[in-house]
């Protein structure tokens, strides 16, 4: 892998390129080793009360033997409207596959190496298992954050939608997967 991460006055920037090798039985039962990359940048910016972050990752490569062409995109937006009191708004979205597309290649964004909790909602409904050949996911979110002194609260709300199509047997469904409500409250 390769990454790097850079300060300039409020603007951070990183940029990664990871290789991963995968393992797969082809179908003579015979080992063989695919390589997947993950490639993108991640932009933070602050600016008094005001907070932004951008995210693209595009991943390419093989995959047991199939191509693959998947995607992530993600943004929030962050205002203090108090000293101890944080709105925000952000949106993820990880490409998926119709299902009912029937190429072999993979479109499906595979969140490597687990990240519990923080993305798509605390319930780790989403990719904690398995992601292989899934819709994908649009997750739009509205964090509400209090801190004060050795207490804080978080409040996010999650609108959750698959990224591709979602059929039952042939008739085409609506996208929506439905919501979730995070709630934390912490003392130091």
Known sequence: ????????????????????????????????????????????????????VATTYFQTGKVGGNTVNASYYSGDLGYKVHKNVKIGVGMEYLSGKDQNDTESDVQSFAPLFGTNHKFNGWMDYFYVGNHKGSVGL????????????????????????????????????????????DLTVGYK
């Open 1 to 52: 892998y390769g990454w790097y991460h850079g300060k300039f006055n409020g603007l951070e920037i990183s940029f990664l390129l990871l290789n991963t090798g995968i393992e797969y039985n082809d179908a003579n039962d015979e080992k063989q080793l695919d390589y997947m990359q993950t490639i993108g940048p991640r932009f933070t910016y602050k600016s008094g009360r005001f907070n932004a």
């Open 138 to 181: 649009v997750d739009i979110y509205f964090p509400l954050v209090y801190n004060k002194n050795k207490f804080s609260a978080k409040l996010i709300p999650h609108l959750f939608s698959a990224a591709a199509d979602v059929y039952n047997g042939t008739t085409k469904m609506d996208r929506n997967l439905g919501t979730e409500m």
